[in-house]
Structures are given as C-alpha cells and as structure tokens.
C-alpha cells in the first residue's frame, strides 16, 4: 500500500489520471456503446457526471494548492476527443465544463482567502 500513498502525494498524477478517464475514456464508452442512446450520453454522461467532475476538480485544484492551469486538463483532454470521435454539437460541453471548473476554482480560491 506504499504505493498508493505516493500516488496520493503527487496530485498531479489524481488530476491527470481522473481527467483521462473522465476526458476521454467515460466520453468514448458512452459514444461507442450501443446500448445507449444519444440523449442518455448527452444528459447523463455529458452534462450531468462530467459536470459533477468538473465541480469536483475545481474544488481539488484549490485544496491542494495547484497552479491554475491544472483546470484546463480535463476541458482540452474532452475537447480533442469530442471533435475526432463524437458528434461536433459535444464539442461545445468542453467550453461548459472550463466554466463550471473555473468558478468553483474562484469560488472556492476566494472562500479560502476569507
């Protein structure tokens, strides 16, 4: 289990390695899946987890003390993904999810400075 306490240690490698998952692999299962239709992806996976994410990650960056640029991982990861694999309406989502990122990040910078 030491390994995972170095892992835990470089925050880094948690932004990163959820902005994968949530960038481009979570986006190419709910595109490439049959099973589900477009405005399940779009409403659940797209706006509703994504978004969670992108809530979720403006809050780490501010408690961990990361530069500001950390935030544009996971909307670039998405939008590249987005404009290859899916269809070019998503790849507005990357746009909306730099957004809700960087107004949790400034809520959250600025409730910390209080």
Same mark, same amino acid.
């Given at each position: 289990?030491? !390994?995972?306490? @170095? ?18 692999? *979570?986006?190419?299962?709910?595109? @490439?899946? +049959? ?11 797209? /706006?509703?987890?994504?978004? *969670? ?6 809050? #780490?960056?501010?408690? +961990?003390?990361?530069? !500001?640029?950390?935030?544009?991982? /996971?909307?670039?990861?998405? *939008?590249?993904?987005?404009?290859? /694999? ?9 746009? /909306? #999810?730099?957004?809700?990122? #960087?107004?949790? !990040? ?9």
């Amino acid at each position: 289990m030491d !390994w995972l306490k @170095k892992v835990e240690s470089k925050t880094w490698v948690v932004v990163w390695g959820w902005s994968i998952f949530f960038g481009i692999i *979570l986006p190419l299962f709910s595109d @490439k899946v +049959h099973l589900i239709r477009r405005v399940w992806m779009v409403g659940l996976f797209l /706006f509703l987890i994504n978004m *969670l994410f992108s809530i979720w990650l403006g809050q #780490y960056i501010v408690k +961990h003390n990361l530069k !500001w640029w950390n935030m544009l991982i /996971f909307p670039i990861l998405y *939008l590249i993904i987005s404009y290859l /694999f899916m269809p070019r309406y998503t790849i507005y989502f990357a746009l /909306f #999810y730099l957004g809700v990122t #960087y107004l949790t !990040w400034s809520i959250n910078s600025q409730n910390q400075k209080d």
